[in-house]
């Protein structure tokens, strides 16, 4: 190319740019793609920072997890059993027809029967008996036990408008068929492995978006995501490595936005099946005994990974070494639990006397996309538990979107895996994760390993049901304590997240780990 034509065409790239500017849109450089557009589909990251934006809730919570009125502009127990939710008037969907209480009642219902979900709504409308629309604006709720923490459940369901929606599959929602929300953003397109795009809703009933067009761009790789940013080819990333936050924080013109998470990372173990699929004795053959029932053997593996030092090594410090579902700050968490230590000749004792001294043979899994070093992590955890008299068969990672699926359907042993505590309590996402696995009770539905305990199970229902707040935490809190120290689930670590943008950017950074066009704003 000659140097006029070079020119030329450097001159055609900023004007496109200078356009694209004036025009206020925003370009976003995500590491996970969602699993469906369909808001009810699952209640993983990826998905929900796609419906977040097209879709409203009853609540909504801020950065540190607080929840504030959202469609519901108040609620209120009638008694025990019963809630009246008063719904904003000045809300409407996206073809400009006002948000109902009978758009509510459809959604919370439609909440409880998507097929196929590999992270169900339905727990968050469990309980839920009946519901019915006052007026255009009341809804009524009514609960089969009492239920003080409804709003924590049903809150954080997406309302979808019951004329677009009724009768659509998640596959017509995807093409866009039925997907009609009441967010500050509208949807236009989704192509799959490459971008979600989404338009502004000058309608709003909220915060005016400051953005007409929205581009999320799925670049799951860490260095292509960060030299993207670095190139100005978008405008906003999430999952910053941390090893690269203290050089994109000394570029002129960028800037980092840092929290710490709610989000829990565990170690997840098949203790509920007498076989395993991925688990042999020495010489590989499959086993026809499940070690990991036995919690001797699960605590024995706790103690054989040295969390702080994958913190320090593998994470570059982003992180906090984790003793339960939720870090401390967040109700429901209990100072009295620590992180396991690490002890390798404890961890051998444990063994030797759960009858496994020359030990067996297990395959590691992990996503291998989902957050920072999760496919090092696992890698980390295999050469421990290796030298704890394990045999590491073989490490195996996927991308996220094939990942999840294959776990929620207990396809793998010994698996990587997280859980966002998005609730102002730790009692809804324990309920989640660690209940028994009950669909018409919608309990256990992230419990991808079917652990149960029923003195938990009773603990927790129990706490869940104090409608006295301190009561209640104080129960979560002991249900926590009975709980952990069975090691449902290896609790690995808590993230340090941050985002990182052009100068011009502002970004909320939240505990959330959410990553929306709603939390960026042009810097006036």
Known sequence: MTLPR????????????????????????????????????????????????????????????????????????????????????????????????????????RAKTVPNSPAPFSNNVSGVSATRAVDATTLEVTTDAPTP?????????????????????TQDYNRGDGTVGSGPYRFKEWVPGERVVLTRNDAYWGKKPDFETVTIRFISNDAARVAALRSGAVDLIDGVPPTDVPGLEAVPGLKVHTTASSRLIYLALDSARDESPFLTDAAGKP?????????????????????????????????????????????????SLKPVAFDLPGARRLMEEAGWKDGFGITLHSSNDRFFGDKDIIQAIGQMVSRGGIKVNNVVTQPYNVYATAATRQTFSAFIFSLGNTTPTSGPGLRNLLMTNDPKAGTGGFNRARYSNPAFDAALTEALAKFDEKERIAGIQAATRTVFPDMPIIPLYWQTVSWASKANIAYEANMAEDTTAALASLVK
């Open 287 to 335: 086993l026809a005994k499940n070690p990991l029932k036995d919690v001797r053997v699960r605590t024995a593996m706790a103690k054989m990974i040295n969390m702080p030092a994958i913190v320090d090594r593998v994470l570059s410090k982003a992180g906090v070494p984790a003793g339960q579902l939720v870090p401390e700050g967040v109700p429901g968490h209990d100072t």
């Open 6 to 109: 070079r020119l030329a065409a450097v001159m055609v790239s900023v004007l496109a740019f200078q356009g694209s500017a004036m025009a206020a849109d925003l370009v976003i450089g995500t590491a996970t793609e969602p699993s469906a557009i369909d808001p009810l589909f699952a209640r993983t990251g990826p998905n929900q920072n796609i419906a977040m934006q097209i879709f409203d809730r009853l609540v909504s919570p801020d950065v540190n997890l607080a929840i504030n009125p959202g469609l519901a502009e108040s609620w209120a127990m009638v008694n025990p059993t019963t809630w009246r939710v008063k719904l904003r008037a000045d809300a409407t969907f996206h073809d400009g027809k006002p948000v109902t209480a009978d758009d509510v009642a459809f959604s919370l219902d």
């Open 149 to 169: 923490d409804l709003m924590e459940r049903i809150g954080f369901v997406y309302i979808l408008q019951r004329a677009a929606a009724q009768g659509k599959s």
